[in-house]
């Protein structure tokens, strides 16, 4: 089988208009009367994927940034290729019952109950710097619940970056004070 060679000029970056463009709005999921974000083609498409991770570490390049922290499952998804363009390493937030030494858990409400994520207890150094990130900030629950667990453990948060920001759900309300970052507002 012959393989396949690619010769790609550089990436090209792609506007905000473009990237969310690449963004498909799927009705009535994961019930009805919600438009699920599809983030899978922006995610697809070389340019837009390249553009993302770009315009979600700009604000931080010069903050020093050690640790990328993602929420579990899409900002695992992100923080990688952030990391790497930071010269960061990278530590996941997983849901409960996920990681296998011990942990430390932040809970935090849902519609129907509550939730909750963990890290390991020797995640974050004294004092690293950390950014925080995930898909969407919606009503704030998840990111206020991760920014305790990554305090609570010693990590300095220099600030929260999101691909998509909800902003009628009023997240930013949850994390008063904080540095926010949201690359598209809906």
Same mark, same amino acid.
């Given at each position: 089988?012959?393989?396949?060679?690619?010769?790609?000029?550089?990436?090209?970056?792609?506007? &905000?208009?473009?990237?969310?463009?690449?963004?498909?709005?799927?009705?009535?999921?994961?019930?009805?009367?919600?438009?699920?974000?599809?983030?899978?083609?922006?995610?697809?498409?070389?340019?837009?994927?390249?553009?993302?991770?770009?315009?979600?570490?700009?604000?931080?390049? &010069?903050?020093?940034?050690?640790?990328?922290?993602?929420?579990?499952?899409? !900002?695992?998804?992100?923080?990688?290729?952030?990391?790497?363009?930071?010269?960061?390493?990278?530590?996941?937030?997983?849901?409960?019952?996920?990681?296998?030494?011990?942990?430390?858990?932040?809970?935090?409400?849902?519609?129907?109950?509550?939730?909750?994520?963990?890290?390991?207890?020797?995640?974050?150094?004294?004092?690293?710097?950390?950014?925080?990130?995930?898909?969407? &900030?919606?009503?704030?629950?998840?990111?206020?619940?991760?920014?305790?667990?990554?305090?609570?453990? !010693?990590?300095?948060?220099?600030?929260?970056?999101? &691909?998509?920001?909800?902003?009628?759900?009023? !997240?930013?309300?949850?994390?008063?004070?904080?540095?926010?970052?949201?690359?598209?507002?809906?």
């Amino acid at each position: 089988m012959a393989k396949a060679t690619s010769k790609r000029e550089a990436p090209v970056i792609l506007s &905000l208009a473009s990237m969310k463009e690449l963004i498909k709005d799927v009705p009535d999921f994961p019930k009805k009367g919600i438009i699920f974000k599809d983030i899978t083609p922006l995610l697809a498409d070389p340019d837009g994927f390249n553009s993302l991770i770009d315009a979600l570490i700009t604000p931080f390049k &010069l903050k020093g940034v050690e640790i990328v922290a993602g929420v579990e499952s899409r !900002g695992f998804l992100l923080a990688p290729a952030m990391a790497a363009r930071l010269g960061a390493g990278i530590v996941p937030l997983r849901k409960k019952g996920k990681l296998p030494r011990k942990v430390h858990s932040a809970s935090y409400d849902l519609e129907y109950g509550t939730d909750s994520i963990e890290a390991h207890t020797d995640a974050f150094p004294k004092n690293s710097k950390v950014l925080l990130v995930d898909d969407v &900030l919606a009503t704030g629950g998840t990111a206020a619940a991760a920014i305790s667990l990554i305090e609570t453990l !010693g990590g300095d948060l220099i600030g929260s970056a999101f &691909l998509i920001e909800l902003a009628f759900l009023n !997240g930013r309300k949850k994390l008063p004070g904080r540095t926010i970052h949201s690359v598209l507002t809906y």
